[in-house]
C-alpha cells in the first residue's frame, strides 16, 4: 500500500476507530466523550431557549438549535465508539435503549 491508499484507508471510519483507539490512551478517550456530552447538554439548553414559553429566548432559530444537537449527538456516537474501539458498543447501547425499563417507569411518572 502506497502512502495515498494508505491515507485514504486511514481515513475510512471503520479503520480510523481502531487507529483512534490504539494510539489515544483511554483516559483520554474518556475526557473526550465527557466533553462531547457537555456540548450535547448546551445544544439542548440552547434548543430549550427557542421554545414559545423561554422567556430568555435566543436568537438562534428552532431548526438551527436541532441541527446543532443532532450534530453534538454523532460527536458523543464518535467518542464512545472511539472509547470502546468499535462500532458495536453504540449498536449495542441502542439496543439496550430499546429494551429498557426506564422507559415503562418514566411512563408511571407522567401517570402519577
Given at each position: 500500500m502506497?502512502?495515498?491508499?494508505?491515507?485514504?484507508?486511514?481515513?475510512?471510519?471503520?479503520?480510523?476507530?481502531?487507529?483512534?483507539?490504539?494510539?489515544?490512551?483511554?483516559?483520554?478517550?474518556?475526557?473526550?466523550?465527557?466533553?462531547?456530552?457537555?456540548?450535547?447538554?448546551?445544544?439542548?439548553?440552547?434548543?430549550?431557549?427557542?421554545?414559545?414559553?423561554?422567556?430568555?429566548?435566543?436568537?438562534?432559530?428552532?431548526?438551527?438549535?436541532?441541527?446543532?444537537?443532532?450534530?453534538?449527538?454523532?460527536?458523543?456516537?464518535?467518542?464512545?465508539?472511539?472509547?470502546?474501539?468499535?462500532?458495536?458498543?453504540?449498536?449495542?447501547a441502542?439496543?439496550?435503549?430499546?429494551?429498557?425499563?426506564?422507559?415503562?417507569?418514566?411512563?408511571?411518572?407522567?401517570?402519577?
Amino acid at each position: 500500500m502506497n502512502r495515498q491508499e494508505y491515507e485514504n484507508w486511514i481515513r475510512e471510519p471503520k479503520n480510523a476507530v481502531g487507529y483512534i483507539n490504539d494510539n489515544v490512551p483511554r483516559r483520554e478517550l474518556l475526557e473526550q466523550l465527557a466533553e462531547e456530552s457537555a456540548e450535547l447538554a448546551q445544544a439542548a439548553l440552547k434548543l430549550c431557549r427557542t421554545l414559545e414559553d423561554a422567556r430568555n429566548r435566543t436568537e438562534t432559530t428552532q431548526r438551527k438549535a436541532v441541527q446543532n444537537m443532532a450534530e453534538e449527538f454523532v460527536d458523543v456516537l464518535n467518542a464512545y465508539t472511539a472509547v470502546f474501539g468499535d462500532w458495536e458498543a453504540v449498536e449495542k447501547a441502542l439496543e439496550e435503549s430499546k429494551r429498557s425499563p426506564k422507559w415503562g417507569r418514566w411512563v408511571d411518572r407522567l401517570e402519577g
